[in-house]
């Protein structure tokens, strides 16, 4: 009897650890999930390069700033629109002298319309066989304009400045039939010495096709994704540093283990490889 007495007890002192510890796990969920939309403890170094690569959650979204020159590289889901512009807004950001959607999917171009809506923009970039293709970029197009943005076709290639920075187009598909990820405008941007590589959600197919010097940091294509990051393209462009936007999609799983591997085994050590949803605003 006493026995059975002391079994009862130990089980329940076990649920009652199983249920605490059960809660705590689903706390520190539900707060990772959560994305920082303030970016709180965020400065901008007017004098040299700056550039925030924004915890949008499962979306796409970097800032690059520097002397009041200012560049947008994707615009989150539609629900990030309002406080990407309050960002902007709040770091006296007036112009984005480039807007590029590197390709029309939503968790690229969602946030768009905010954004033309409420900041002036120089330039926009985005593929232009995409844009022909779907209702939603046609509204982006009409929008943009409306406000009279300028829109050129870009091509590879093609080189443009920001300050004393400058930025070319590695990669790009302007015709109609081409997989939506691969239509990415690619961006390689150079600042004194040093370089990143913008990927957008180009696939290896993409990777294996570019001519590209080395540089120093890769924002991971496709939020991380086990179709972009091959061996071969790590070693092509040698990079030091890796930025991955993901955010706790369960259907996408993003970033994939296997993609963290290469960059593993390519030499890339853990604390150099950068996710938005571990890290937030990097
Ligand atoms: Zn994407």
């Known amino acids: 009897m006493k026995n059975k007495l002391k079994n009862?007890?130990?089980?329940?002192?076990?649920?009652?650890?199983?249920?605490?510890?059960?809660i705590i796990y689903t706390n520190n969920n539900s707060t990772n999930s959560e994305i920082d939309y303030k970016y709180t403890n965020i400065n901008i170094d007017s004098n040299q390069l700056n550039i925030f690569y924004f915890n949008v959650g499962q979306a796409d979204c970097t800032l690059i700033t520097i002397n009041n020159k200012n560049m947008l590289i994707d615009a989150g889901q539609e629900s990030d629109g309002e406080y990407i512009v309050e960002f902007l807004e709040e770091k006296n950001i007036k112009?984005?002298?480039?807007?590029?959607?590197?390709?029309?999917?939503?968790?690229?171009?969602?946030?768009?319309?905010?954004?033309?809506?409420?900041?002036?923009?120089?330039?926009?970039?985005m593929p232009q066989g995409i844009?022909?293709?779907?209702?939603?970029?046609q509204e982006i197009k009409e929008l943009?304009?409306?406000?009279?943005?300028?829109?050129?076709?870009v091509e590879v290639d093609q080189e443009f400045a920001l300050d004393v920075a400058s930025f070319e187009v590695i990669s790009v598909k302007n015709n109609i039939d081409c997989e939506p990820n691969?239509?990415?405008?690619?961006?390689?941007?150079?600042?004194?010495?040093?370089?990143?590589?913008?990927?957008?959600?180009a696939t290896t197919d993409i990777e294996d096709e570019i001519e590209c010097a080395t540089v120093d940091v890769l924002k991971v294509g496709h939020h991380g994704s086990g179709s972009s990051t091959s061996t071969e393209f790590l070693e092509k462009v040698q990079p030091k540093y890796a930025i991955i936007s993901a955010g706790n999609h369960k259907g996408y799983n993003h970033p994939s283990e296997?993609?963290?591997?290469?960059?593993?085994?390519?030499?890339?050590?853990?604390?150099?490889?950068?996710?938005?949803?571990n890290q937030g605003t990097i």
Do not use: C, W
């Open 258 to 277: 296997e993609v963290l591997e290469r960059l593993r085994n390519f030499g890339i050590r853990d604390e150099n490889i950068y996710i938005t949803k």
């Open 8 to 22: 009862i007890v130990i089980a329940l002192i076990l649920i009652f650890i199983i249920v605490i510890l059960s």
């Open 182 to 201: 691969d239509s990415s405008i690619v961006i390689r941007l150079n600042y004194l010495n040093t370089n990143y590589l913008f990927m957008g959600d």
């Open 95 to 125: 112009k984005l002298d480039y807007f590029i959607i590197t390709h029309g999917d939503i968790d690229h171009s969602g946030g768009a319309k905010d954004i033309i809506n409420s900041i002036n923009i120089e330039n926009m970039f």
């Open 144 to 153: 943009a304009e409306k406000q009279e943005i300028q829109m050129p076709k």
């Open 131 to 137: 844009i022909e293709s779907e209702e939603e970029y």
